[in-house]
């Protein structure tokens, strides 16, 4: 089936790449890439190498992506989960560590954060932010799938996820997991990307993505694919209420959510 380019599925482009069930745009062994359709093994290794790639500049391009607004929306995401001194945290696909930062800051020295994903090079490229937190609490890195998550079951306070969801193959497995690894009444926070609400704003966001993001990534990354990948899968990605109906079929309760800057971020927030 052909996809759209450079522009938003509209609903039932949306729907006919998710599963029977109407949640996972996986179908059968299948996966999407952006917008290429590859099998799902393909697509667990592309991450890989897509990460691998930009990993020695994730944390500059963020910034200078979104004009440093990531921050404010990771900051604002981390305080929704309400955290306490002394408990214990996992974030899923946590990178180079910005959330688990935020997070460790927030949980005192008796807290614990575990940064958990699958990429050594992004988990080497933020240890040196994790050293030496001054009163915070200490950060385990763990490399593992978010898919098979490598903690028993009920071990967390709170699980974050930070633009990471999208790029795991079964997407509610990694949900499942999430779900199952924390303890009852433990909430999950999932940030991801989304569609802007107003149409003009949309339209500006589109030419941006879709034009400026691969020149600047060809320009200062040395890679324009990877920067071309990521405007594709964020238009795949479903819209917040989709999101939401998600998590509460994996389990989750009192599922909400709220957007930031005119709908480009949302962050979720759900109860075990
Ligand atoms: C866009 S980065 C987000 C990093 C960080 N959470 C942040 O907000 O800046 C996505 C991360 O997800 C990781 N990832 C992708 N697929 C994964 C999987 N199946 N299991 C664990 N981590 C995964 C990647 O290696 C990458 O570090």
């Known amino acids: ?14 729907r006919r790449q998710i599963d029977p069930a109407g949640l996972d745009p996986v179908a059968g062994d299948e996966a999407f890439f952006g917008f290429e359709r590859v099998q799902a093994r393909e ?14 500049v994730y944390d500059f391009m963020n910034t200078l992506l979104s004009f440093g607004i990531h921050h404010a929306w990771k900051r604002a995401s981390v305080r ?5 001194g002394g408990e214990r945290v996992l974030d899923v696909c ?9 997070a460790a800051r927030r949980l005192g020295p008796r807290g614990q954060v575990v940064i958990y994903d699958i990429n050594r090079a992004m ?12 009163r915070s609490a200490p950060i385990r890195h763990v490399q593992g799938d978010a898919e098979v998550i490598s903690f028993p079951d009920c071990s967390f306070d709170a699980a974050m996820v930070g633009f990471g969801i999208r790029n795991v193959v079964r997407m509610r497995q990694g949900f499942a997991e999430m779900h199952r690894v924390l303890k009852p009444g433990g909430r999950l926070m999932c940030l991801e990307f989304s569609r802007p609400v107003w149409p003009v704003f949309r339209a500006l966001y589109d030419l941006y993505s879709f034009y400026i993001m ?6 200062i990354a040395g890679s324009r694919k990877a920067y071309t990948h990521l405007p594709e899968s964020i238009r795949m990605f479903p819209l917040p209420h989709e999101l939401a109906d998600m998590l509460r079929q994996v389990g989750f309760s009192r599922v909400d959510y709220r957007s930031f800057t005119n709908g480009i971020a949302v962050a979720h927030l759900a109860l075990k």
């Open 214 to 219: 691969p020149f600047l990534g060809e320009l």
């Open 1 to 14: 089936m052909p996809l759209s380019r450079k522009t938003w599925l509209n609903d039932s482009q949306r």
């Open 123 to 134: 988990i080497e490229a933020g240890i040196h932010k994790a050293r030496s937190l001054a």
């Open 43 to 56: 697509k667990a290794a592309r991450v890989v190498k897509h990460f691998d790639s930009v990993a020695a």
């Open 94 to 102: 946590g990178g180079t560590g910005d959330l688990a930062i935020l």
């Open 80 to 84: 929704m989960l309400g955290l306490q």
